[in-house]
């Protein structure tokens, strides 16, 4: 009889030294994100690392504590590891997506092929970087929608980031009308260009005849602006030469159809 009851306290006593050792580990791993939380947003941090460390950490910690209660409890944890082992090995086949997924969140973090706050399109998608998490990225639309990528999506296809350098360059192609004077059309352009605050003048604008298309002539015109006044610049010089072209009376080109009638009497 006194066997069993010391046998009992044991296991009473292992179950509330476990419980305790789990509220406080809980209570512990909040503790700790928090001050990786403070600590990372004085140190400045790359947000993408924010975003992606904070949740690794957290499973991290809880996976420790879950092996401490086990411990506790007289569970072997040689035969949980195993075991473990095993469990991680089906997990691990039946989740292929999301292991490949975290894998290229840590390609994406360690390569920074783009980071928060850039403007990507990849995987059919356009938008800026709002977080790099552990399984996915999230873009924002210019549309104000929310987009959620996969990370081995990103990791393993191409992917264009618009943020990657200060300038970016706009390749318009401008129709003028065979009627009109292309050499003064080519100056008027260059004139709007030089005289438009947001057109870098080095590199220089160029504006060259490209082509003879079916209705004009087609100026290639290259004009560079810096990153964030990209768009500003395309559209201002746009409606410019449309104004500049009416000034000068200089045609835009538009289909027509020439229609010959005979008769035959």
């Known amino acids: 009889m006194a066997t069993i009851t010391a046998l009992l306290a044991s296991y009473v006593g292992r179950i509330v030294l476990a419980a305790v050792i789990w509220f406080v580990g809980r209570k512990m791993i909040g503790l700790v994100l928090d001050l990786l939380e403070r600590r990372m947003d004085k140190s400045h941090i790359d947000q993408s690392l924010h975003s992606f460390l904070s949740p690794l950490v957290n499973i991290t910690l809880k996976v420790l504590l879950f092996l401490t209660v086990f411990a506790t409890l007289g569970i072997e944890i040689t035969t949980f590891a195993a075991i473990l082992g095993a469990a991680s090995l089906a997990i691990g086949l039946a989740f292929q997506g999301s292991l490949a997924n975290f894998a290229g969140g840590v390609l994406i973090l360690v390569l920074k092929p783009f980071q928060v706050g850039d403007f990507i399109e990849a995987a059919g998608f356009s938008g800026t970087v709002q977080e790099i998490q552990v399984f996915h990225t ?41 009627n009109s004077d292309i050499k003064r059309a080519k100056e008027v352009i260059r004139e709007v260009a030089d005289n438009n605050p947001l057109v870098l003048q080095d590199p220089e604008p160029v504006v060259v005849v490209g082509a003879h298309g079916d209705h004009g002539y087609v100026v290639y015109t290259r004009l560079w602006a810096k990153t964030g006044d990209y768009w500003n610049m395309r559209w201002s010089f746009l409606e410019e030469v449309v104004d500049a072209f009416n000034e000068h009376g200089i045609e835009i080109p538009y289909q027509q159809l020439d229609v010959h009638v005979t008769s035959n009497s």
């Open 138 to 178: 999230i873009l924002k639309t210019p549309e104000n929608q929310k987009v959620i990528i996969p990370n081995a999506d990103l990791s393993n296809a191409s992917a264009i980031n618009y943020s990657a350098y200060d300038t970016r360059r706009a390749s318009l192609e401008i129709g003028v009308s065979f």
